[in-house]
């Protein structure tokens, strides 16, 4: 959601309605990340295996081979702080119009958003986003002689299968 606060005098409507749809562009990633972040953290199952964690490498391992089992190539979620270790582990490949891959070939995303995820690495299926229409609102306190002007709309982050997450514990070597 963007918002533009501002007092009625000296200000058009059009550019309440500008600054609020400018401020939408620009939060509206990262607001999708911190919330789809947040579902994954309390939705997704920890890999069977015999630990909670441990390496990076472990950690992608575990959860490549259960998204092995569904046959389609998935999404691994994780904090952007964890993106230079990936690289430098060998764990992130370039992939075709820019986008970053696991040496298996699926689709890293480094969410600016994800911090709720903390030391957490989640698989998913492939994700979908689908964005609805964006709305305007205006709202008027004429006491004040302010006006409120919001920009939003709804979004939806679908995935395929359960989440399945890892937490990264033991130091990389």
């Known amino acids: 959601m963007g918002g ?8 058009s409507l059009q550019q309440a309605w500008d600054r609020a ?14 919330h789809l972040a947040t579902d994954l953290a309390a939705l997704a199952a920890p890999a069977p295996t015999d630990g909670t964690g441990g390496p990076f490498v472990d950690v992608l391992g575990e ?24 690289a430098h582990l060998g ?22 958003g994800y911090d709720p995820l ?32 919001i920009a939003e709309r709804e979004v939806v982050v679908a995935y395929e299968f359960t989440p399945v997450a890892r937490t990264i514990t033991a130091p990389t070597p």
């Open 4 to 11: 533009d606060q501002a007092v009625m005098v000296g200000s």
């Open 21 to 34: 749809a400018q401020l939408l562009r620009i939060t509206e990633s990262l607001d999708v990340e911190t």
């Open 63 to 86: 959860i490549e081979h259960e998204l092995g089992k569904t046959g389609v190539a998935g999404v691994i979620h994780a904090s952007r702080r964890h993106a230079a270790l990936a």
């Open 91 to 112: 764990l992130v490949v370039a992939g075709p119009m820019g986008r970053l891959l696991t040496p298996l070939g699926n689709v890293w995303a480094f969410g600016g």
């Open 118 to 149: 903390g030391n957490s690495v989640v698989g998913t299926g492939p994700v979908t986003v689908h964005l609805g229409p964006v709305t305007q609102t205006e709202a008027r306190d004429l006491e004040t002689n302010e006006r409120l002007v």
